[in-house]
């Protein structure tokens, strides 16, 4: 069944590239106690991911965060490297986490992973967003399809914070 406004997300732990290096990061650690913005794309450098979904949480970052936000994590179906080399391409290094859930366990987890495998990328998230309070789901905006970032693009959550 997939998560749900109400529900509490499942613990996992991701990897995140730091200027020291690999980090790992529990949702216990990014989400207890905290008010978090989460969002999720099918890959990084993907044309969507990289062209709308990702720049609109950057640019919008100072207003998420005036709007009593913690944080800010993108998560994506790619390892750290990847993710890292996103983080630095992109600008983003040190504003937002740039989580990697390499192997889709916490996608598949909240059960919204996605077979892109037409496509010749795998098993990959579907892209959604989500306000994230104390580990509880707040709000959660899933797109239709992975081609789309309006529903889960930085636009919505502001207004829905």
Not at 18 to 35: H, M, Y
Not at 105 to 123: H, N, P, T
Request: charged share 20%; glycine share 10%.
């Amino acid at each position: 069944m997939t998560i749900a406004i109400g529900d509490k997300l499942p613990a996992a732990t991701f990897k995140e590239k730091t200027a020291d290096g690999p980090v790992e990061i529990s949702t216990e650690q990014l989400f207890a106690g905290k008010r978090v913005v989460l969002f999720a794309v099918p890959g990084a450098f993907t044309p969507t991911c990289s062209l709308n979904h990702l720049p609109g949480y950057l640019e919008n970052r100072d207003a998420i965060l005036a709007k009593g936000v913690d944080d800010i994590a993108v998560i994506a179906v790619n390892d750290w490297h990847v993710m890292g080399a996103w983080a630095q391409s992109s600008g983003g290094m040190g504003k937002i986490h740039f989580l990697a859930d390499w192997d889709a366990s916490f996608a598949k987890a909240l059960s919204l992973d996605i077979d892109l495998s037409a496509g010749g990328l795998g098993v990959r998230s579907k892209r959604y967003s989500m306000l994230v309070e104390d580990g509880v789901v707040k709000t959660l905006n899933i797109e239709e399809s992975p081609g789309q970032a309006t529903v889960s693009g930085a636009a919505a959550m502001i207004e829905q914070l």
